[in-house]
């Protein structure tokens, strides 16, 4: 069946292919872009989840596009004054050397009324769709009351059950608002701590029932036996927490949210420089190197473009639109 | 301890060159305004990406222990805190420096910075665990108390003047509530401004009020006469015994408060150094100077800010939970280097942790050395003409508080806070009141919204019913009452004056 002789043609053959795409970015780029450094826009502080990703993805990317690429922390109004940026600031000419990362579905704050803003999903030039971590919900590792999620949902409907969902309107706190509707008596007090790290601190202190939050943070407190989760808020079990039920097979509420990362860019960016940077995207994060230290960091890398990303974007929305967190009453 | 034997593994070439660069590092970038430990830590991520996982976290935690301490050197010599966590220094040792004490004021600073990180390290070296599971008795309520706590300093820092002091600290408060609220995500005093979304951040208050306003003071005097008034400076850079023995107490006040804020989450070295100085003037005699060049002042913030250094790496090593900025950083590069914060750290990988542990006390011993003969070269700033001097840190400002949030806005709210501390401290409302009130208010709000939410309305049999809350409300009321308690030496002063007009009334008739 296979001819022997073939093999120097076939090697040959792989051998122009590969070459060809050495040369490519070359020939395609010959407008020798990019010429200067690469920012990479982060909208939260230094030492957060996202910032550490895009801090390991930057070597990797820098590889690809051939210049350094630097990662700046414009961080505030959860993420808003980074975007504010990004759709009315940024000049396709001025500030192609730029990419911003937007996180989905905080961006989704903008359907708030009472935030007043004008942006639309629309409004952003997304390049791709870079990781994606579901929702979680854990309890302290010895908390005798809660077994479960029926242990949890039965308490919360006795009493309100003391949640620390990190931010208000954050995917945390998505995935709570949702139960809230969804499951007829749902209780919840919110109390609000800055990031994932606090979380911790109040849930181990007792200070809190409940954590809202994500797997890839979280599951070194459960390796740790901190932490015990209860379910995922997913459509399938996660395969790095196989035992643990999704939110849907207990409640029979299809209960999903995420923290999905983005990378965007200018708004009006030539279409030459937009492939460019999607391109570099692409391939930094096929590179077996940085799936393995993402693997290592418990991130799951999901890389999607064009109608796909879209498509995860329209999703995120719809997430936000049912928990619509901003028109229950009582809260404060 | 079986951990002695990782000391060893630092010294190795690798090992102790990245210590030294990480020291020198951290010296220079603290010493910038704007420029601080956490984004120089970020930055070397990427740099020591490929090194062994020690190596790169000895760089880390060197380039943290000399950034805290590198701040003071600006704000003794110049009144220009490079980092938050320097802001108190900056009023005892510029007013040591104007009365041609700096060198006097750089050797205190030293060896409290350098005793107290040492003390620091091995508190973190062999207190871990238990301080640890202390850290996580703090919750809303325990936060909201902190907050207060801090915010009696304002009592302190107001020097006689408390009605503007308290002026000035709630105008802090009201500044500190701008932005979007994290209980309810609805932007507050923000008038449409993308701007002030992320409200006041503390580096350019800290920046404006200080460095900025002093700046402006500069420009007020002679273009050419320099600020320290004398055109010499000694050359001894190590303390004399006698002036460890003068501020014995409050080098132990101070490194006591730094090593227990280190674990109070979210306080950390800004808030230290704050509770250290009220401390040391409540505390203090007859014949002391507060406010205007109190060595004993200087050595209690000092050691308060490197005291914080080693024990704020507590619940993070132990608990993954990181005390300030620097500590999130760390966090996240022992991360990218696969190591899991926790019991597991010291079980699967104690060569890494305890190396680093031991890096730590070493870098904190080596510092000593290097930064007393860079801030005594540094210290020739303060014989530079005015003219020359306040361009030249109003030019750091402005690059530094760019460079630390990429947010031009960030600019014009340090040059706004620059005019609003220049003002402050010329009609003697306390610039020190209003940087409290912005650094607590989001942690005293935060803490007393929770505690309504999870007390259901009832906040005070919520906050009695908890230890630690009680033991912090008791240390209140006694701050409270010596800060309004007649000093005695005012009381002297008041009988002397009393004798003195008797007596001039005697001549009288």
Not at chain 1, 165 to 170: A, L, M
Not at chain 1, 231 to 234: F, N, Q, S, T, Y
Not at chain 2, 32 to 35: A, N, Y
């Given at each position: 069946m296979f001819n022997l002789k073939k093999i120097p043609l076939l090697a040959g053959t792989a051998l122009a292919v590969l070459g060809l795409t050495a040369v490519a970015p070359a020939t395609v780029s010959a407008a020798d872009f990019p010429s200067k450094p690469v920012q990479l826009q982060v909208p939260f502080a230094p030492g957060g989840g996202a910032d550490r990703t895009f801090r390991l993805f930057a070597p990797y990317l820098a590889e690809e596009l051939g210049v350094p690429v630097k990662v700046t922390n414009v961080a505030g109004g959860g993420g808003w004054v980074s975007w504010s940026q990004v759709v009315n600031?940024?000049?396709?000419?001025?500030?192609?050397h730029k990419l911003a990362v937007v996180n989905i579905p905080h961006?989704?704050?903008?359907?708030?009324?009472?935030?007043?803003?004008?942006?639309?999903?629309?409004s952003f030039n997304f390049l791709a769709w870079h990781s994606y971590d579901p929702g979680l919900w854990l309890v302290r590792?010895?908390?005798?009351?809660?077994?479960?999620l029926d242990d949890v949902l039965e308490y919360a409907q006795k009493q309100a059950i003391i949640v620390a969902?990190?931010?208000?309107?954050?995917d945390d706190h998505i995935g709570v608002a949702f139960a809230q509707q969804a499951v007829p008596g749902f209780k919840a007090k919110f109390v609000t701590s800055r990031g994932d790290n606090s979380k911790i601190q109040l849930a181990l202190g007792g200070h809190v029932d409940l954590i809202a939050g994500n797997v890839g943070f979280f599951i070194n407190s459960i390796e740790e036996g901190q932490l015990r989760p209860i379910?995922?808020?997913?459509p399938e079990r996660w395969p790095l927490l196989p035992d643990v039920p999704t939110f849907e097979e207990i409640t029979g509420k299809r209960n999903i949210t995420y923290a999905g990362r983005t990378i965007a860019t200018a708004n009006g960016l030539e279409e030459e420089k937009r492939q460019v940077y999607l391109d570099a995207i692409k391939r930094a994060m096929a590179n077996p190197e940085y799936i393995a230290k993402e693997k290592a960091n418990k991130n799951h890398l999901q890389f999607a473009e064009g109608d796909d990303m879209w498509k995860l974007l329209r999703e995120g929305q719809t997430v936000a639109e049912q928990a619509a967190y901003w028109k229950q009453e009582g809260v404060q | 301890m079986e951990s002695i034997e990782y000391l060893g593994n630092v010294l190795t070439l690798v090992n102790l060159a990245a210590m030294f660069v990480g020291i020198i590092v951290g010296l220079i970038i603290g010493a910038?305004?704007?420029?601080g430990p956490p984004m120089a830590i970020a930055l070397m991520i990427p740099i020591s990406f490929e090194w062994p996982a020690d190596t790169a976290l000895i760089l880390m935690v060197s380039t943290y222990a000399a950034g805290i301490y590198g701040g003071s050197f600006t704000a003794i010599?110049?009144?220009?805190?490079?980092?938050?966590?320097s802001a108190a220094s900056a009023i005892e040792g510029y007013e040591m420096t104007k009365r041609g004490r700096a060198t006097e004021a750089i050797r205190m600073s030293t060896f409290a910075s350098v005793m107290g990180g040492l003390i620091s390290g091995f508190a973190l070296l062999y207190l871990a665990p238990p301080l640890a599971k202390i850290s996580l008795l703090f919750g809303p309520s325990e936060f909201f108390v902190v907050a207060l706590l801090g915010l009696t300093a304002i009592a302190a820092v107001s020097f006689g003047a408390v009605l503007k002091g308290l002026i000035a600290g709630l105008f802090g408060l009201l500044v500190s509530?701008?932005?979007?609220?994290?209980?309810?995500?609805f932007p507050r005093f923000?008038?449409?401004?993308?701007?002030?979304?992320?409200?006041?951040g503390i580096l350019p208050a800290v920046i404006g009020l200080f460095a900025f306003a002093q700046a402006l003071t500069l420009?007020?005097?002679?273009?050419?006469?320099?600020?320290?008034?004398?055109t010499k400076l000694s050359w001894n850079i190590m303390p004399r015994w006698s002036e460890i023995m003068h501020c014995r107490w409050s080098l132990v006040r101070g490194w006591v408060t730094g090593l227990i804020m280190g674990i109070?989450?979210?306080?950390?070295a800004s808030v230290a150094q704050w509770i250290a100085y009220a401390w040391e003037i409540q505390r203090g005699k007859p014949g002391d100077k507060f406010g205007e060049g109190e060595v004993k002042g200087l050595a209690a913030t000092e050691g308060s800010n490197n005291g914080v250094t080693g024990t704020s790496l507590i619940p993070m090593f132990?608990?993954?939970?990181?005390?300030g900025i620097s500590a999130a950083v760390i966090l996240g590069a022992l991360m990218i280097h696969g190591l899991q914060p926790g019991d597991r750290l010291f079980r699967d990988s104690p060569d890494v942790i305890f190396t680093v542990i031991w890096g730590f006390i070493l870098a904190n011993f080596f510092m000593g050395g290097i930064a007393a003969v860079m801030a005594r070269t540094m210290a020739y700033v303060t014989l530079f003409p005015r003219g020359l001097l306040a361009p030249i840190i109003m030019i750091f400002c402005v690059v530094g508080t760019f460079a630390a949030s990429g947010n031009p806005w960030d600019v014009w709210i340090m040059v706004f806070f620059g005019i609003v501390g220049y003002l402050a401290q010329k009609y003697n409302f306390s610039p020190a009141g209003i940087l409290l009130g912005i650094i607590l208010g989001p942690i005293a709000e935060e803490g007393l919204r929770n505690v309504l939410i999870v007390s259901d309305d009832s906040p005070f049999s919520f906050i009695f019913s908890r230890w630690i809350s009680v033991t912090i409300i008791i240390m209140i009321a006694i701050a409270l009452y010596y800060a309004f308690k007649p000093k005695a030496w005012d009381k002297a002063v008041e009988e002397g004056e009393a004798i003195l007009a008797a007596g001039e009334e005697k001549k009288d008739a």
């Open positions: 600031d940024w000049n396709p000419r001025r500030d192609d961006i989704f704050s903008f359907l708030n009324p009472d935030m007043k803003r004008s942006e639309k999903l629309e590792a010895d908390d005798e009351r809660f077994k479960d969902p990190g931010s208000f309107g954050s379910a995922v808020l997913h | 910038i305004p704007g420029l010599l110049l009144r220009a805190p490079g980092t938050s966590a509530t701008v932005g979007v609220d994290a209980a309810s995500a923000t008038y449409g401004m993308t701007g002030l979304l992320s409200g006041v420009c007020e005097g002679s273009p050419k006469s320099n600020i320290s008034g004398t109070v989450p979210a306080a950390g132990v608990l993954g939970i990181p005390g």
